[in-house]
């Protein structure tokens, strides 16, 4: 076996137990590190669990979810980066904690349900997933849960859980259709193999591929834009899109109605409404 196969394999293992197999000795405590950056009104998250490749272990979740119920209480940010340290934005689901679960523990707890998507998927600020290298499984699954997704040139992205008996279970059967269709869903999901970042990006997985040097900075940047506008508009706007995934065309045209309606009585509508007319640029009060 050459030496690159033989990675590829180690690469492909990693997501069974969490575990980066070159560096099995214990790493740090996983902690998602948090940054306020309150010029450009954004919060960046980062996953800092290397040794695991950002495997995403039940305190990754309680922390992630923790700062993101205060984020959507803060003031003073519009928008959130996600990204993680090392050669990993996530390699999965920490099966080390997994491995140990019986049917009426995970019935109850409702892992998914409590940890998963009951927070991120229904936060109301713009969230960017800055993709920096593997992104399997319950990685990807977080990612996809993100409103953008920008990825590094060496990201890889794949739902391998069927070669462990599995299939994705916290959304990855149903919202990789919705980004690549479901012929290459099928395919993702059914035969476990990995896609480059080239390949995410013509499918629409990813709407930009950056150089790994320039792909935090593009995320901010995204971010400082989204900061500079109406926060109202903002949030409003990602749930007129999001709703769109549920409902039906007719049913998502009134809802868009709705939300559009509502928005034309706000301060930062007439804000900039009056500042476009008078070309000069909009000074929004968030309100």
């Not at 196969?5 to 740090?28: C, W, Y």
């Not at 920096?132 to 996809?144: K, M, T, V």
Request: hydrophobic share 45%; proline share 3%.
């Amino acid at each position: 076996m050459n030496r690159s196969l033989a990675r590829l394999k180690i690469l492909q293992g990693h997501f069974v137990n969490g575990q980066d197999q070159e560096t099995q000795s214990e790493g740090p405590t996983a902690v998602v590190q948090l940054e306020i950056k309150e010029d450009i009104r954004t919060a960046l998250l980062t996953i800092n669990s290397p040794k695991t490749l950002n495997a995403l272990s039940e305190q990754i979740w309680s922390e992630l979810n923790a700062h993101l119920l205060n984020l959507e209480k803060d003031d003073r940010i519009n928008s959130v980066v996600v990204t993680g340290v090392g050669k990993a934005f996530s390699a999965g689901a920490d099966l080390n904690q997994m491995k140990t679960n019986k049917f009426p523990n995970v019935y109850f707890n409702d892992y998914f349900e409590r940890d998963w998507y009951k927070i991120l998927p229904s936060f109301r600020k713009p969230i960017i997933a800055a993709v920096n290298g593997y992104c399997f499984g319950g990685g990807l699954e977080l990612a996809l849960m993100c409103d953008v997704i920008l990825a590094s040139e060496n990201a890889k992205f794949g739902l391998p859980e069927i070669k462990l008996g599995l299939f994705p279970g916290a959304g990855g059967t149903q919202r990789i259709i919705r980004q690549v269709g479901k012929s290459k869903a099928m395919e993702m999901i059914l035969s476990g193999e990995m896609i480059d970042a080239q390949e995410a990006l013509h499918f629409k997985l990813a709407s930009s591929v950056l150089p790994p040097d320039q792909l935090l900075e593009a995320a901010l940047k995204l971010a400082k834009k989204i900061g500079k506008l109406s926060k109202v508009a903002v949030a409003a706007a990602k749930m007129a899109v999001n709703y769109s995934a549920e409902a039906g065309l007719s049913e998502g045209m009134r809802y868009e109605s709705s939300m559009f309606n509502s928005l034309t009585g706000t301060k930062d509508a007439k804000i900039g409404v009056e500042a476009f007319l008078s070309k000069q640029k909009a000074k929004f009060v968030h309100s």
